[in-house]
């Protein structure tokens, strides 16, 4: 490094003449004292003439990293960050003119000799030195002070952005009166900033809380034992009831024992709980629903059974006969109502038939309009209707549910559109709707209601979504009528403007089968009859009864069980003479499963017909598979029970 300054600084004229100005060499034999003290000060002591280092003590040589002769003769300029430089020099010049700068007191970094950077805070007056003007620097250094400022202001910004960014309402209270709150807690009450502060904070407490929310907190200031946290109800500005979960701790602010409060709003997470507990409610009342149609349907079957039985009577007048066809209709009209139940308890597609979904439409349009007569219905449905293969009684829990949700949006009466036409979706569409190409059945509904906005619209489909108040609806509705719709290979679209009503309309897969009326029964055709001996085993006394009665009237030998372990023993025994096996798939604590393994094994040319009053989805489809050969649901009469029996035993 050259020993003359780059840049020398200039000089001050008459420097004695400064204000501030010392003259070191008056001090005579108190140099050596002088000299004793700068060179022990805690401070970096530097002087400088023209620009270069004349002297310097032993803390600047530390602070610099360089020795005594490294700073002697040295530019003073060059030893500091290139930044500071034009202000070190602004400085100065400052001075030689005879005034002080404006801040005494400033922030200056030095370069030390490894390269690193030391923050220090410097002060300086002009004195003589060696009869010549010269400036007197003092410097502090403060990296560690201004590291540790650094750290503190970050971690004051990082804390503040946590708070102020939360998702929970956070403040601060302390003599019932905020002293600090985040935008969650103005943002969920509704409230602006100046607002809250100037509101009482009990206001904010719904009236049925405000004397738990008090006695909580007045506890918590004592150090007594509080729950934490616990909930409560807060009002909004606009009057709207909160549902919220409050935790708090004791906490010092500005020297006063103070609540750092953190409230969370619970009202949505609350309204799934309840949301969900009603479902469940409506699980079990659908299992509920499922063992009365059940049982029904075993009752159903004595009454059908004995029916069809008498109706095998030869001495039989016009009256009787009509009579008990009477209760065969009562008896049918009762299974549909069990095959509804069933629908609904276990899901799923119950009976799947080619249907003319314009008759579907009528009927449920019609039942609808029953109820609801401040509902005005138009039907325009296509006579050309393609057929679709589909569940009727969930097709028209379908329709049913989207007749439901127009009314609600109808709160005064209104008029409802039901349309029917044909359309074809292409590759297209379809992939977007996520089905496949062809023709389609298409059903639109037309509301002129309160209409959707476009979040809503988006959610409508969503399990236990709903618009309306608890008590009125689980939100399982149009969830439930999508689920069946895509179940059916099909789909929904909405359309809907706020204020302009809502179109729901459904499409289902186009059939090519026929529909075939169901014909009315032939009352003189012969009944198939054969030989052999059956294994009837159900666990209900009366399906034996009148189970082993018709087919003893079809000419079989019959032997009854009560279940699937004594099922098996009569197998065993008989296992050579049985021809036909009809097992009830639900025997309480019978294990069916293993009792039909235990038959296929024993004689594999054994027919198995599978009866149940459940349908042949379930437990039953899984016992179809293991090798049966029929089913037939419950209740029967002698009719179906021989067309079943002469179809498995020709197949």
């Known amino acids: 490094m050259s020993t003359q300054p780059k840049s020398p600084l200039p000089c001050a004229k008459g420097g004695a003449r400064l204000p501030c100005a010392r003259d070191l060499s008056r001090l005579g034999d108190s140099s050596d004292i002088f000299s004793a003290i700068i060179n022990n000060a805690n401070e970096a002591v530097l002087i400088t003439q023209d620009g270069v280092i004349q002297a310097a003590n032993k803390k600047a040589s530390e602070i610099s990293g360089r ?330 829990q379908v329709l049913l549910n989207i007749y439901v949700n127009a009314w609600h949006a109808m709160d005064r009466g209104g008029d409802l559109f039901i349309r029917s036409c044909n359309c074809t979706v292409d590759e297209i569409q379809a992939r977007g709707m996520e089905v496949a190409p062809g023709k389609f059945a298409k059903i639109s509904i037309t509301d002129t209601g309160v209409g959707m906005d476009e979040d809503t619209r988006k959610r409508i489909f969503e399990p236990f979504f709903t618009t309306r108040e608890m008590g009125r609806g689980t939100g399982l509705g149009m969830a439930s009528a999508y689920g069946i719709v895509k179940n059916h290979g099909g789909f929904i679209h909405v359309y809907s403007e706020k204020g302009r009503g809502a179109t729901f309309s459904v499409f289902l897969a186009a059939s090519e089968t026929c529909i075939r009326e169901a014909a009315p029964k032939n009352q003189t055709a012969a009944l198939h009859r054969g030989r052999g001996l059956v294994l009837l085993a159900d666990d209900e006394a009366m399906i034996r009864d009148v189970g082993g009665r018709m087919l003893h009237e079809l000419g079989y030998e019959v032997i009854t069980a009560a279940d699937a372990s004594e099922a098996v023993q009569l197998f065993r025994q008989n296992a050579r003479d049985i021809k036909l096996v009809i097992l009830d798939v639900i025997m309480p604590g019978s294990d069916v499963d293993e009792a039909l393994r235990i038959i296929r094994k024993s004689s594999p040319e054994a027919r198995i017909l599978l009866s149940s009053g459940y349908s042949v989805e379930g437990q039953a489809r899984s016992l179809m598979e293991m090798g049966c050969h029929g089913f037939i649901q419950k209740p029967f009469d002698i009719e179906e029970l021989a067309g079943k029996i002469q179809a498995i035993q020709t197949h």
């Open 67 to 396: 020795t005594l002769e490294e700073l002697r003769s040295q530019p003073f300029l060059e030893f500091l960050h290139p930044e500071d430089r034009q202000l070190a020099l602004e400085r100065y010049l400052t001075r030689l003119d005879g005034r002080e700068p404006e801040e005494r007191l400033w922030v200056v970094r030095l370069m030390d000799k490894s390269g690193g950077v030391r923050y220090l805070e410097s002060t300086g007056a002009s004195i003589t030195y060696e009869g010549k003007p010269a400036a007197l620097h003092f410097f502090t250094d403060v990296t560690r002070r201004l590291q540790a400022e650094a750290q503190i202001r970050a971690s004051e910004t990082q804390y503040r952005y946590l708070v102020e960014n939360a998702s929970d309402a956070i403040c601060i209270i302390q003599d019932r009166e905020l002293c600090f709150f985040n935008k969650a807690a103005a943002a969920m009450l509704g409230y602006t900033h100046e607002e809250v502060l100037e509101i009482d904070l009990l206001d904010l407490v719904h009236p049925d809380f405000r004397e738990r929310v008090v006695n909580a907190h007045l506890k918590r200031l004592k150090g007594e034992k509080v729950p934490n946290p616990y909930n409560f109800d807060a009002v909004a500005k606009s009057g709207k009831r909160i549902n919220a979960q409050l935790t708090a701790a004791v906490i010092e602010w500005e020297g006063k024992p103070a609540l750092l409060v953190l409230v969370r709003d619970v009202t949505e997470s609350r309204k799934r709980e309840e949301q969900i507990q009603q479902a469940r409610r409506m699980e079990a009342l659908g299992a509920l629903a499922g063992g009365i149609a059940h049982d029904f349907n075993n009752l159903l079957m004595a009454i059908q059974g004995h029916a069809s039985l008498m109706l095998l009577s030869s001495d039989l007048d016009r009256k009787k006969t009509k009579s008990l066809r009477c209760i065969e209709q009562c008896v049918r009209s009762g299974a549909e109502l069990t095959s509804q139940l069933l629908g609904y308890a276990k899901g799923g597609k119950y009976q799947v038939r080619p249907h003319n979904l314009n008759t579907i439409i009528e009927n449920t349009a019609a039942m609808f309009g029953r109820a609801r007569k401040e509902i005005r219905i138009h039907l325009d449905l296509s006579p050309e209707l393609w057929a679709s293969e589909v569940d009727r009684a969930q097709i028209e």
